[in-house]
């Protein structure tokens, strides 16, 4: 079935780092891929999103480019902020088998001033 | 344009219970999809609607239960509660059901099972 690994956290960052979250997939169709962020207290928010090979998302300084070859959708930013601190979720949706989205089981992203 | 919003906010059942929580979508959004997260996990797909018929479940017993209303606002029953479905409850809408659509989420209730 379809599944999501992301790489386990807590990742602390200070202010100005460069950040990587890693996420990787198997599916049985051309899935859609996803990364939504989770705010303590909050429900999740859309971050970015990619629904082709090679297609590159961004929001916020946040990017994640569909590799198909490799599998993976990893999650990036230049210069972290405080602000940035939350529950990174990566999700994918098949649209070749079930599409019932999967989701990853989150990182956490803590980032000092 | 309001969002996602759910109610309660926060619920205290005993196990053995029932309870009933309610989803208000997205302006103009027929799709209406609800999740279990328990703690330190990711979303758990429970089920789909789209144009109040069930489109979509995941691996949740029949005890977990859905409606869709004609405005598209939704309500997810789980009857003879377990401590297990101690979780907060997403619940996310959708222009379609298209696999590719993006969700908006709502903030979630917390249900607590004692």
């Known amino acids: 079935g379809d599944s999501v690994t992301q790489m386990e956290g807590p990742v602390t960052l200070s202010e100005e780092a460069f950040l990587t979250i890693n996420c990787t997939y198997t599916?049985?169709?051309?899935?859609?891929l996803f990364w939504y962020v989770q705010y303590p207290g909050e429900g999740l928010q859309l971050l970015l999103k990619a629904t082709k090979a090679d297609d590159k998302g961004s929001n916020k300084g946040f990017e994640a480019t569909y590799r198909k070859e490799t599998t993976s959708f990893h999650l990036e930013k230049g210069s972290v902020q405080v602000s940035d601190s939350a529950v990174y979720f990566c999700?994918?949706?098949?649209?070749?088998?079930?599409?019932?989205?999967?989701f990853g089981r989150g990182t956490s992203l803590i980032v000092h001033p | 344009e309001t969002g996602v919003t759910q109610s309660p906010t926060h619920l205290i059942k005993t196990r053995g219970q029932q309870v009933t929580l309610r989803c208000s979508s997205q302006?103009?959004?027929?799709?209406v999809s609800w999740y279990q997260q328990a703690l330190g996990q990711g979303p758990q797909f429970i089920f789909q609607?789209?144009?109040?018929?069930?489109?979509g479940r995941g691996n949740f017993p029949p005890r977990f239960s859905g409606l869709q209303f004609p405005n598209y606002s939704s309500e997810l029953n789980v009857n003879a509660l377990e401590l297990d479905d101690s979780a907060l409850y997403l619940c996310a809408s959708s222009w379609t059901s298209e696999a590719g659509d993006t969700q908006y989420f709502g903030p979630g209730t917390r249900l607590t099972v004692l």
């Open positions: 302006s103009g959004h027929n799709t």
């Open positions: 599916a049985t169709g051309y899935p859609s």
């Open positions: 999700a994918l949706s098949d649209t070749g088998g079930s599409y019932i989205p999967t």
């Open positions: 609607y789209y144009r109040e018929e069930e489109n």
